[in-house]
């Protein structure tokens, strides 16, 4: 009996530890980003109105369409943008107020905070991979640390 009580023990142990890592994440330009606890997405996501965060240079020099996601939690806002793109380096996208920064050992740009009227406030990051420029947009910058993988 007491076989029996150990091993179902042993087993609800292994299904909550496996639940407990187990966080939602979407696939973006190849890459899968974990979306924040208590987000939702976003059914009328309209990406044009995030690439303001972008310079109009980069734009006019996509090589493809443009994949992302937009996910909520009240007002608090989880952007995910992948831009596909001939760039290379990350000083081609510098815009004027940006930060060289490191984050989940990506070297890219973390933009200050600005503001939406639709959302709170938020900031981005952008960093070059793979031939895309990725853009997380979110409330905050642990938001983004912890979407994106090592």
């Known amino acids: 009996m007491n076989k029996k009580i150990f091993f179902i023990f042993i087993l609800l142990v292994a299904l909550i530890s496996i639940s407990a890592v187990s966080a939602e994440t979407k696939n973006v330009g190849g890459i899968n980003f974990t979306i924040p606890e208590g987000y939702t997405q976003n059914e009328d996501f309209n990406s044009m ?10 734009l006019e020099e996509l090589t493809g369409e443009i994949s992302a996601i937009d996910y909520r939690n009240g007002q608090d806002v989880f952007v995910v943008m992948a831009l596909p793109s001939n760039v290379t380096a990350i000083g081609d996208i510098f815009e004027t107020g940006d930060a060289k920064k490191t984050i989940s050992g990506k070297d890219g740009l973390l933009s200050p ?6 959302v709170n406030q938020y900031v981005s990051f952008k960093y070059v991979e793979n031939g895309y420029i990725y853009v997380v947009v979110a409330s905050n910058e642990s938001i983004i640390e912890n979407a994106i993988p090592t």
């Open 49 to 58: 109105e995030w690439l303001n965060v972008i310079p109009g240079t980069v």
């Open 113 to 118: 905070a600005q503001t939406n009227p639709d």
